[in-house]
């Protein structure tokens, strides 16, 4: 079965400034990925998804980007972060019809 | 209207009770429904999942699809202090090719010892 690696687990940034969080996953090849966040009190908002290298849909217009420079790896950008850019982010991998999380990024931004 | 729906709760039942949780939604392509429980400052951990409509037994946990109604029940028997957690319903239309799938805003449930 696939396991999914975040990190960091918690990070607190100033406005304005850079993101890179990173997914990794394990157990399986060419997975479909996600982006998803999660603000306090909503659902789970997907803000990307990808189906292969380089391949990148993107959900929702937002001051974020996502790239997947290898077959288990995602990644999730910002030139400057935004306060409404915090929330709890998740990355999921698709296995047939079921979709797993990995443990998740608590972003505060200040 | 949103497309999912799902009380927020907080749900606050003693130990050993019967659970009802549920979502409605708009969307009557949807043909995949999914339930997630949450634990505090986690990621979402797959429950159950079924296709179409009818029922789903997993140990304590029943899962309810009525398509009819557009309406979906998670029920928990003897519920235990560690099933507090907040529980996601998702659902999925396939005929997309690609599995989107759309949550609800989830339901927090306390059990008390």
């Known amino acids: 079965s696939q396991t999914i690696h975040q990190w960091p687990a918690t990070l607190v940034q100033p406005v304005g400034s850079p993101l890179s969080l990173e997914c990794t996953v394990e157990?399986?090849?060419?997975?479909?990925l996600y982006w998803y966040r999660q603000a306090a009190g909503r659902g789970l908002q997907l803000l990307f998804y990808s189906v292969g290298i380089g391949q990148i849909s993107s959900e929702v217009p937002q001051n974020l980007s996502a790239s997947r420079p290898q077959d288990r790896q995602f990644i999730l950008s910002s030139k400057k972060l935004l306060l409404s850019d915090s929330g709890f982010y998740l990355c999921a991998c698709r296995d047939y019809n079921e979709q797993f999380f990995g443990p998740g990024t608590r972003l505060t931004v200040l | 209207q949103k497309e999912v729906e799902q009380d927020p709760g907080p749900l606050s039942v003693p130990e050993g009770a019967i659970v009802s949780l549920n979502c409605t939604y708009s969307n009557s392509a949807f043909q995949y429904f999914m339930w997630y429980r949450q634990y505090s400052r986690k990621g979402p951990e797959l429950l159950m999942y079924?296709?179409?409509?009818g029922n789903k037994e997993d140990g304590r946990f029943t899962a309810q699809v009525d398509k009819s109604s557009k309406y979906i029940s998670l029920f928990i028997r003897d519920s235990q202090p560690s099933d507090s957690a907040t529980y996601l319903c998702a659902m999925s239309n396939m005929n997309t090719g690609f599995q989107k799938l759309v949550f609800g805003t989830g339901t927090r449930l306390l059990v008390s010892p």
């Open positions: 079924t296709y179409s409509s």
């Open positions: 157990g399986t090849s060419n997975p479909n």
